[in-house]
Structures are given as structure tokens and as C-alpha cells.
């Protein structure tokens, strides 16, 4: 077990440009999950995958925000026209189960993402 | 979206001390979870508490959920440097929802 790793761990982009970040899960996972964490915060619920279907979206994530879990397995998230306010650290998580209540999540160590 | 409150935001202390932090809510949570993040890293559980009223100790860390699950704490014992690093707690935000809501996080250093 290898633990949940993403890449790249840090990304820096001019403003407008177009971003993607990988995440592979912990193998046999089927639930993956986004965040995202700016500085003095706590991680903020982006998206949730349970195999390829992606069941629930943050209200607050804005349509410039896809991603995709085509197989199942490794995970994407794209931001497109980038803007400084997306500068923040994008974590990835996965579990395994049935994904209601007292789940364990196991955190990637994140992409850290600085928009100029 | 239930809102977890934590406090304090940052806190230091001497090696050897003891300290609480604390997770408020005016939500009833069917279960909560507390996670330390180091810089640099994604968070890792320590605990999840499921009981009004329950108690887990963790080496020196006990964690207790409130009689009525709308808050909880955290108690360290003879803090050491090691466990400096940002304590988040977090619920799944409802009946339904895989959406798991974190507080900001309280910020503790221990110094030698």
C-alpha cells in the first residue's frame, strides 16, 4: 500500500493559463474525493467520485472546475482560465465502503498551485 | 452546511504542558473526526468519535464527543514537540451528503 500520492506537488501558472492535477488513490479505494485548502483554513469539499460517477459537486465550485475519474481509478482535476484566487493547496482523498458516516479518509499530500 | 468552530486558532506552548482544544457547532453530528496536518502534507486521522458522551485516548491525545454530539475536545497531555501541527476537526455535513466539512483548525507549536 503506496498511500494516495498526486502530482505535481507544486504548479505555478500565469493567470488565464489552464492547469490539470493527478491523483491516484490508494489501490481497491472506490471513493475519491477533492479539497482545497488556502492558507488559515481548513480543506473546502470540492468534488466526490464513487468508481467513475461523480455523485456530489461543491455549490461554491465554479464551472472553470472539472473533473473526471474516467476508469475508476486515478483521478483529474482541471481548472481552466486560471485566476489568482484559485492559489491554494488541492488535496486528494480516498476510502473504501459505502461512504456514509465515520469513513476513513486517507489524504495525497496535495498540489500546491500559485497563480501570477 | 454546518459550521465547526474551533479554538483556539493558534496556540504555543512549552514542551511538558498540557492543552485543550476545542471544536463547537450548533449541529447535531451523527459522528465527528479530528485530523493533524503537518505543512506540507494532507491531514491524517487520529480519531473518530461516535457517541454522546464517548472518550478516546490516544497515547497522551483523549478526545471526547459531547453528551449531546454538538461538540468535542481535544486534550494533550505533556505535549512534546512532535506534536506540533494544525488539529482540524471535521463531520460529514449531513444526512446524505459524502461532503465532509472541516473547521479552520487550531495551529499549536511546542517548543523545546
Known amino acids: 500500500d503506496t498511500g494516495v500520492s498526486q502530482d505535481p506537488r507544486h504548479k505555478i501558472t500565469k493567470r488565464g493559463q489552464n492547469v490539470t492535477f493527478r491523483c491516484d488513490p490508494i489501490?481497491?479505494?472506490?471513493?475519491l474525493y477533492w479539497y482545497r485548502q488556502t492558507l488559515g483554513q481548513g480543506p473546502e469539499f470540492l468534488t466526490y467520485?464513487?468508481?467513475?460517477?461523480?455523485?456530489?459537486k461543491s455549490r461554491l465550485l465554479s464551472d472553470r472546475f472539472s473533473a473526471e475519474r474516467p476508469k475508476g481509478s486515478f483521478s483529474t482535476l482541471e481548472i481552466q482560465r486560471t485566476e489568482q484566487g484559485d492559489s491554494a493547496m488541492y488535496l486528494c482523498?480516498?476510502?473504501?465502503?459505502?461512504?456514509?458516516?465515520?469513513?476513513?479518509?486517507?489524504f495525497g499530500p496535495g498540489t500546491r498551485l500559485t497563480v501570477l | 452546511t454546518q459550521l465547526l468552530e474551533q479554538s483556539p486558532q493558534f496556540l504555543s506552548i512549552q514542551e511538558g504542558e498540557n492543552l485543550t482544544v476545542y471544536c463547537n457547532s450548533s449541529?447535531?453530528?451523527?459522528?465527528l473526526q479530528w485530523y493533524r496536518q503537518e505543512p506540507g502534507e494532507g491531514p491524517v486521522l487520529l480519531v473518530t468519535?461516535?457517541?454522546?458522551?464517548e472518550v478516546k485516548k490516544l497515547k497522551r491525545l483523549t478526545f471526547q464527543f459531547g453528551d449531546a454530539r454538538k461538540d468535542s475536545s481535544l486534550h494533550i497531555t505533556a505535549a512534546q514537540p512532535g506534536d506540533t501541527g494544525l488539529y482540524l476537526c471535521?463531520?460529514?455535513?449531513?444526512?446524505?451528503?459524502?461532503?465532509?466539512?472541516f473547521g479552520k483548525g487550531t495551529k499549536l507549536s511546542v517548543i523545546p
Open positions: 482523498a480516498s476510502a473504501s465502503g459505502t461512504g456514509k458516516g465515520a469513513d476513513t479518509q486517507y
Open positions: 489501490s481497491e479505494h472506490n471513493r
Open positions: 467520485f464513487q468508481n467513475e460517477a461523480q455523485l456530489e
Open positions: 449541529s447535531v453530528f451523527s459522528s
Open positions: 468519535v461516535v457517541t454522546g458522551g
Open positions: 471535521a463531520a460529514y455535513s449531513g444526512a446524505g451528503s459524502y461532503q465532509l466539512t
